[in-house]
């Protein structure tokens, strides 16, 4: 069982629109965890870490669910520039960090 | 800051030649990373270093090299090209917190013949 599973999409939405991604994760021992955006052809890059609390940043929304081990991001009015590939990321209790194969997403006007 | 460099940006190679990849960055990271990253198969790490003189193996070590003699460099060595190492290469890096964000570097796209 791979350790990050993520829906791989495409989910294609209508700019305005609100979208969620979900993340399971299989460690329970899994201490820190966060969302990566990657551009077509680019490198990966930090979108926002995920604390117990839940957290927002903007339009954006992340959420921990240690008892189920699962993550969400949400995005609210969502906007053309968001079209990537969403990647959740988690860190167990070593050095690596495991990630999903990503979820696609396309806003389209 | 550069952050994370890497050269070549592309690379052809023909099966069984070596060639090294150049991984810097100026942050001052202890940690760094090689990541492969192919269609359908998501960002796999390669090797690590904790710091300098120290490394280990990832999830896809085999037919990989590295070594860290500075806390600033980390290159990666093909021994031996291989058509299944065509990929991108990604090099990160990261402060040893484990809230702290990884770097990446802008990737490496190799294509082994």
């Known amino acids: 069982r791979k350790e990050v599973e993520q829906d791989p999409g495409p989910f294609n939405v209508p700019e305005g629109a609100t979208v969620a991604f979900n993340c399971t994760y299989s460690?329970?021992?899994?201490?820190?965890f966060f969302w990566y955006r990657q551009d077509c052809r680019k490198e990966p890059k930090l979108l926002m870490s995920?604390?117990?609390s839940g957290n927002e940043d903007g339009r954006f929304t992340a959420q921990l669910n240690r008892a189920s081990q699962y993550i969400s991001l949400l995005i609210r009015d969502s906007k053309l520039s968001d079209s990537a590939t969403y990647l959740c990321?988690?860190?167990?209790?070593?050095?690596?960090?495991?990630f999903g194969k990503g979820t696609s997403l396309l806003v389209t006007p | 800051n550069a952050g994370v460099t890497q050269t070549p940006k592309f690379q052809v190679l023909k099966t069984g030649q070596s060639m090294t990849l150049q991984c810097a960055q100026d942050?001052?990271?202890?940690?760094m990373s090689w990541y492969r990253q192919d269609p359908g198969m998501g960002l796999r790490l390669i090797h690590y270093?904790?710091?300098?003189?120290?490394?280990d193996q990832g999830e896809v070590p085999n037919g990989y090299n590295v070594s860290r003699s500075t806390t600033e460099d980390f290159p990666l060595r093909l021994l031996s090209a291989a058509p299944s190492q065509t990929s991108v290469y990604f090099c990160?890096?990261?402060?040893?917190?484990?809230?702290?964000?990884?770097?990446f570097g802008p990737g490496t796209r190799l294509l082994v013949l």
């Open positions: 990160a890096s990261r402060p040893p917190g484990g809230l702290e964000t990884q770097y």
């Open positions: 460690n329970s021992a899994s201490q820190s």
């Open positions: 995920v604390y117990s």
């Open positions: 990321v988690v860190r167990g209790p070593g050095y690596a960090l495991n």
């Open positions: 942050m001052n990271h202890e940690y």
């Open positions: 270093s904790v710091g300098a003189g120290i490394t």
